[in-house]
C-alpha cells in the first residue's frame, strides 16, 4: 500500500523542473524522513515526508520533475493528472510550493504559469539564488511576488539559507494567496507575461559564467568530449581498486576472526559450522565489497552533482541515435550502473513507448553493482596488478573492459531492436544543462549512502537468508567420508553429496563446456536470487574445505580438480566473467520489467534470450583463453 496522509494533515506538493534543487530542498526540510511508494493505478515513484513544526506536521510531497504540465512522458502525465485532478485514486494536493532554479528564470516561468492557472494556493522558492548573485545578477524577490501575485522565498538548499522562511510558510499553506489574475493560457499571451515579469523582477541579468562556456566547448566537442569521459572512466575504475583495497582488506581480515572465534566458543560442532561457515563466511564475503560499492557510488554521485552527467548525456545522445535511441534511454541506462531497477523505473521519461521497450530489455546489461563483488573478486585472485601503461594497472583495465562490454553489447542489442520488432520515429531530445557547481559533502555522502545501504540491506536480508538455506542444502542429508581422507577432503565430500551438491553435479553435463564443476553450477543457481550471492557461496564452500582461515581469494587459487590441474583455469575464470557479464540473475529486475511492461513477454524474452548469449559467450571465452594459456 502506498504511503497515505494522515486525514488531519494538509497535502503540500512540490513542483519543479528536473535539476531545480527540490529534491534537497525536500530533503532539507523532512529531514529525511521520507517514504517512497507508487502513486494508485500507475508505476510511477513518489516520495512523501513530513515537516514537523512548532506545533503541527505537514505532509510533503515531492513530484517527478517536469517542465511542463502539458505532459510527454509518463511521468510527466502522472504529475498532470494529480495536479488538475484527473487521476481518481489521488486526489490532488491542498497547497503548490513551486521550486524554481533562479538561474533558469525565464524558462521556468512557462510551468509556474501553467501551475498558477490550476487555481490553488501556491507560494514559489526561488533556489540558486547564490549562483545568480555570483554571476552578477539580481533578483527582486519582493516584485517577482507582486508581479505572480504570490508568496516568493529565496533559498539556497545546500547551505540551508532560506529553508527555516519555507518552514514557516508551511505553517498555513491554505493561507498561501491565489493570484488576482491567471497567466494566459495561449502561446503569445503567456510569452507576454513572462516578458512582463522577468521585467519587474529582473534588474540586472546574470550573465552566463564565460568559463561555463569555456568547458563546454571542450565537454561537449564530438571528440573530445568522448575522449574525455573516457578518461574519467579509465580513472574511475582505476580508483575503485587502489582506494578500496585497504578498507576490503581489513573487512576480510576482521570477518576470517570472527569465523575463527565462532569456531571456538561454539562447541556443537553443527551449530559452529552454521554461524561461521554459513552466516559469517557467506554474508562476510559479500561485506567485504562495501569499500568498493561506496567508492562507485561517491564517484557517480559526485559527477552527477558537479554537472557534468548531464554533459556526457548530451554527448552520447549523437552515439544512442545512431542505434535508434536518444540522450533520455542513456540517462536511464546510467542509472542501471548502479541497479538495473530504478534504471528500469527512471524510463519512465522516454515519451516513446517503443523505445521504452528497447531500453528496458538492454537494461541489464549495464554492469549493475551487484555485478562488482563478482568481478573484484576474481579479478583480484587471477588478474596480476601489474603495471600496463604508466600508472594504469591490469586490475582496473580488465574491470573498465568489463563495463565497456556491458555498454557496447546494450547498443549492439538496442541497434537490432530497434531497427526490428520495435522500430520507431525518433523523438526531439531537450536537457537542460545545470551550471557546474561544487557539491557539498554531505549532499554526496547522503546520496552515496542511500545507494549503499540498499546494498547493506541486501546483505542482510535476502543474502543472508539465501546462504543460510544454502548452508542446510550442502549439509544436508550427513553422509560418511571415507577415512582415509582429511579434513578438507572430508568437508568436500560431504558438500558434493549433499542436496545442493547433487544439483550442481546433475548440470555438469550442460556447464562442463564452461569449466565449470559442481560448486561453480551450485553458486550459480543461487546467484538467482542475487547475483552477490554467487561470491557468497564460494566463500561458504571455503570456509568449511579450509582447515586454516583464509581470505577466498586465496582459497580459490588453490583449488584443483580430480586431475590435479587448477579449477579456476584462465578460461574457466573467463567463462564465469563472461556468463555475469550477460545473464539476467536477478529476479528483482524481471519483476520490475513485469511491471513496467505490463506484460511477461518481455522480461521472460530478456531473461532466456540473455541467458543464451550469456552461455555463448562464456563457451567462446573457455576455449579462447584455454587456448591462450596453452
Request: net charge neutral; with cysteine.
Amino acid at each position: 500500500m502506498p504511503p497515505q496522509a494522515s486525514a488531519s494533515l494538509q497535502r503540500v506538493a512540490l513542483v519543479g523542473s528536473p535539476n531545480a534543487g527540490k529534491t534537497t530542498l525536500f530533503n532539507a526540510l523532512t529531514g529525511l524522513r521520507a517514504k517512497t511508494a507508487n502513486y494508485p493505478g500507475v508505476t510511477v515513484a513518489r516520495r512523501v515526508g513530513t515537516v514537523r513544526l512548532a506545533d503541527r506536521k505537514v505532509a510533503l510531497e515531492d513530484l517527478p520533475g517536469t517542465y511542463s504540465l502539458e505532459p510527454v512522458s509518463p511521468d510527466e502525465q502522472v504529475v498532470s493528472d494529480l495536479l488538475e485532478g484527473a487521476n481518481p485514486d489521488a486526489p490532488p494536493p491542498d497547497a503548490l510550493l513551486l521550486v524554481v532554479d533562479a538561474t533558469t528564470l525565464q524558462r521556468s516561468l512557462v510551468l509556474v504559469g501553467q501551475a498558477l492557472r490550476l487555481g490553488l494556493p501556491t507560494a514559489l522558492v526561488l533556489t540558486m539564488i547564490d549562483e545568480v548573485e555570483a554571476g552578477g545578477g539580481s533578483i527582486n524577490i519582493p516584485a517577482l511576488s507582486n508581479a505572480l501575485g504570490i508568496e516568493v522565498i529565496g533559498a539556497v538548499g545546500t547551505s540551508g539559507r532560506g529553508v527555516e522562511s519555507v518552514r514557516g510558510l508551511l505553517e498555513n499553506p491554505a493561507g498561501w494567496p491565489r493570484p488576482v489574475l491567471e497567466p494566459p493560457s495561449d502561446p503569445e499571451g503567456l510569452a507576454g507575461w513572462i516578458d512582463s515579469v522577468t521585467a519587474q523582477a529582473v534588474h540586472v541579468a546574470g550573465e552566463r559564467n564565460p568559463w561555463t562556456e569555456r568547458v563546454d566547448r571542450i565537454l561537449l566537442h564530438p571528440g573530445v568530449g568522448t575522449a574525455i569521459f573516457a578518461l574519467v572512466m579509465v580513472t574511475f575504475f582505476q580508483v575503485i581498486f587502489a582506494w578500496a583495497a585497504p578498507l576490503t582488506d581489513a573487512i576480510n581480515t576482521f570477518f576470517e576472526w570472527l569465523g575463527a572465534l565462532a569456531k571456538s566458543r561454539i562447541s556443537n560442532e553443527l551449530l559452529a559450522g552454521f554461524v561461521s561457515d554459513g552466516l559469517i563466511g557467506g554474508v562476510g564475503s559479500v561485506l567485504g565489497f562495501v569499500p568498493q560499492i561506496v567508492l562507485l557510488f561517491v564517484m557517480i554521485s559526485f559527477l552527477e552533482n558537479i554537472g557534468y552527467m548531464s554533459r556526457v548525456a548530451l554527448v552520447m545522445d549523437r552515439v544512442m541515435g545512431a542505434v535508434g535511441l536518444e540522450g533520455r534511454s542513456f540517462v536511464a541506462l546510467l542509472s542501471s550502473y548502479a541497479c538495473a531497477v530504478p534504471g528500469i523505473m527512471a524510463t519512465r521519461t522516454i515519451p516513446s513507448s517503443r523505445d521504452r521497450i528497447a531500453t528496458i530489455l538492454v537494461s541489464p546489461l549495464m554492469t549493475c553493482s551487484a555485478r562488482l563483488p563478482v568481478y573484484t573478486l576474481l579479478i583480484a585472485a587471477f588478474v596480476p596488478n601489474t603495471p600496463v601503461l604508466g600508472p594504469l594497472r591490469a586490475q582496473g583495465l580488465v574491470l573498465l573492459g568489463l563495463y565497456l562490454l556491458g555498454a557496447v553489447s546494450a547498443m549492439v542489442l538496442a541497434a537490432v531492436l530497434k531497427r526490428s520488432v520495435l522500430r520507431s520515429d525518433s523523438l526531439p531530445f531537450y536537457l537542460e544543462l545545470p551550471p557546474y557547481r561544487v557539491p557539498g559533502a554531505k549532499q554526496v555522502a547522503i546520496q552515496a549512502w542511500d545507494s549503499a545501504k540498499m546494498f547493506i540491506r541486501k546483505a542482510g536480508t535476502i543474502i543472508l537468508a539465501t546462504t543460510a538455506v544454502l548452508w542446510v542444502l550442502l549439509n544436508v542429508p550427513r553422509v560418511e567420508a571415507p577415512a582415509d581422507l582429511a579434513p578438507p577432503q572430508a568437508a568436500s565430500y560431504q558438500m558434493e553429496h549433499s542436496i545442493a551438491g547433487r544439483i550442481g553435479t546433475a548440470m555438469v553435463p550442460a556447464f562442463a563446456p564452461l569449466g565449470f564443476n559442481w560448486e561453480i553450477n551450485v553458486a550459480v543457481l543461487s546467484s538467482l536470487s542475487a547475483r552477490e550471492v554467487f561470491v557468497s557461496t564460494l566463500g561458504q564452500i571455503s570456509a568449511a574445505e579450509s582447515e586454516e582461515e583464509q581470505s577466498i581469494s586465496d582459497a580459490l587459487k588453490s583449488k584443483t580438480r580430480a586431475d590435479g590441474t587448477p579449477l579456476y583455469s584462465a578460461g574457466t575464470v573467463a567463462a564465469i566473467l563472461l556468463f555475469f557479464a550477460f545473464a539476467l540473475q536477478c529476479m528483482s529486475t524481471v519483476a520490475v520489467m513485469r511491471r513496467e511492461t505490463n506484460s511477461w513477454k518481455w522480461p521472460l524474452t530478456a531473461f532466456f534470450g540473455l541467458l543464451v548469449i550469456a552461455y555463448a559467450a562464456a563457451f567462446i571465452g573457455n576455449r579462447v583463453f584455454t587456448m591462450m594459456a596453452g
